[in-house]
């Protein structure tokens, strides 16, 4: 590593990571997702899992997850 890449500041290297990254064609995205750790999660999960469960097309709806699925048994 040279003296010059010691000295680039963070917001530098990540300039020229996407700057290379850019020339490969490539291109950032970013994706906002629900964080499965927090105890709202848990709770609405739970909720639409209960209202699934009590749902008059449980079973149907469960047959077809069930179709869709691939899990070695």
């Known amino acids: 590593m040279t003296n010059v890449n010691k000295n680039r500041t963070i ?20 994706i906002w997702v629900p964080d499965t750790r927090t105890a709202a999660f848990r709770a609405e999960a739970h909720n639409q899992s209960l209202a699934i469960a009590n ?10 997850v069930d179709s869709i699925s691939s899990v070695d048994e």
Request: hydrophobic share 25%; charged share 45%.
């Open 55 to 64: 749902s008059p097309q449980e079973r149907e709806d469960q047959e077809f």
């Open 11 to 30: 917001r530098e290297k990540v300039a020229s990571y996407r700057s290379r990254m850019r020339a490969r064609g490539l291109r950032p995205v970013q």
